[in-house]
Nanobody, 121 residues
């Protein structure tokens, strides 16, 4: 069984930085995409950033220039460096990966449990 474990959330002042990590464990043959989403109460879960297995990245307009997604494929880990954080970045951040455990499997999406980021003075 594959699990994603996130870490790095917490309380930070406006203008500060945080780095989120998400590590996958279990039987994994391949990962084709790694993504970060965020969600606030009463709102849908929105894509923040994504990176493909080939290193192609995409970002939500609201975080471009402030957030950077990187991956370490060998460690099955994805990171989200968040700089110049603002109160509106406050949310639960979820890691998501498209992966398969066996070569004959289809890719499926797996979610982490979420980590809370609070930006407040």
């Amino acid at each position: 069984q594959v699990q994603l474990v996130e870490s790095g959330g917490g309380l930070v002042q406006p203008g500060g930085s945080l780095r989120l990590s998400c590590a996958a464990s279990g039987t994994i043959f391949a990962i084709n995409a790694m993504r970060w989403y965020r969600q606030t109460p009463g709102k849908p879960r929105d894509l923040v950033a994504g990176v493909t297995d080939r290193g192609v990245t995409n970002y939500a307009d609201s975080v471009k220039g402030r957030f950077t997604i990187t991956k370490d494929y060998a460690k099955k880990t994805v990171y989200l460096q968040m700089n110049t954080l603002q109160p509106e970045d406050t949310a639960v951040y979820y890691c998501n990966m498209g992966l398969k455990s066996q070569p004959w499997d289809r890719y499926s999406e797996v979610w982490g449990q979420g980590t809370l980021v609070t930006v407040s003075s």
